[in-house]
């Protein structure tokens, strides 16, 4: 998964991290 690439993370990574922070918790 790209997802977890550094550059892509940091960018569009944040968006999708908050949603799927949300899920996790």
């Known amino acids: ?3 977890f690439d ?3 993370y940091r960018d569009e990574g944040k ?3 908050a ?3 949300e ?3």
């Open 1 to 3: 998964l790209q997802m």
């Open 6 to 8: 550094s550059n892509h």
């Open 15 to 17: 968006s999708l991290w």
């Open 19 to 21: 949603e799927i922070d």
């Open 23 to 25: 899920t996790i918790h």
